[in-house]
């Protein structure tokens, strides 16, 4: 007998059902908040590579090679603004409806807030190496590769957080990018991240969409 007096014995879920049950339920909540992810990855993608392209030209007009110019890099600032509001009103509105753990939360509200604190840490490194020293012109290539670098661990961080195999995947092609992008001259490193990081995000981006579907 069940404990719900409109209940009878019959309409009583068994284990494998109510395992079943909360397996869909699972699901359907993941296939929600992931359905989001490939416009996300599509925003950033076309946003690193304007960024990077815009910074390419630029530092391509300098003879020798200088640091970008403050209309080029508020350019930039634009289009991170621009990606990063489109991100979050996606990141929203897949999250409409839905009511997640506190740890979820918080484990959110970190990883975002990583992402500013990570490449201000960044910036802030390499003023620091020209203070001490550094030609100024090397910031165009030492610190495009850092902050790539740190993208791959931030993307490898998500697909551990919010399992996600094209996430790991992308991290790890991020980090080899941001190491070889070093090795590339002033300003075609910039170039080289253009096309090879922002064409993985989109690339990426379409394998998320197929994997958030084959997970429905």
């Known amino acids: 007998m069940t404990d719900d007096p409109e209940m009878t014995d019959d ?3 068994s284990p494998a059902d109510m395992l079943a049950l909360a397996e869909q339920q699972q699901r359907r909540i993941g296939a929600q908040l992931g359905a989001g992810v490939p416009l996300i ?3 950033w993608g ?3 590579l304007a960024a990077y392209l815009v910074l390419y030209a630029d530092v391509a007009g300098h003879e020798p090679p200088a640091g970008a110019s403050t209309g080029a890099l508020f350019g930039v600032a634009a289009i991170v603004a621009v990606a990063a509001a489109v991100s979050a009103i996606i990141g929203i509105r897949s999250g409409r409806g839905l009511r997640g753990t506190p740890a979820g939360a918080l484990a959110g509200i970190v990883y ?4 500013w604190l990570g490449g201000a ?3 802030l490194i390499g003023q620091g190496l020209v203070l001490a020293g550094m030609p100024g012109a090397l910031l165009v290539l030492l610190s495009p590769a850092m902050l790539t670098m740190f993208a791959g661990l931030m993307f490898l961080a998500a ?3 919010w399992p996600a195999p094209p996430m790991l995947v992308l991290g790890c092609w991020m980090l080899v990018v941001g190491t070889a992008s070093a090795f590339f001259a002033i300003p075609s490193n910039l170039l080289f991240l253009a096309l090879a990081g922002g064409g993985g995000l989109l690339g990426v981006a379409i394998w998320a969409a197929l994997w958030v579907r084959s997970a429905r």
Not at 112 to 115: A, D, I, K, S, V
């Open 41 to 43: 990855l599509v925003a």
């Open 159 to 161: 697909g551990l957080i």
């Open 46 to 48: 076309v946003a690193w």
């Open 121 to 123: 840490a960044i910036v």
């Open 11 to 13: 309409d009583a879920l």
């Open 112 to 115: 975002g807030n990583l992402w």
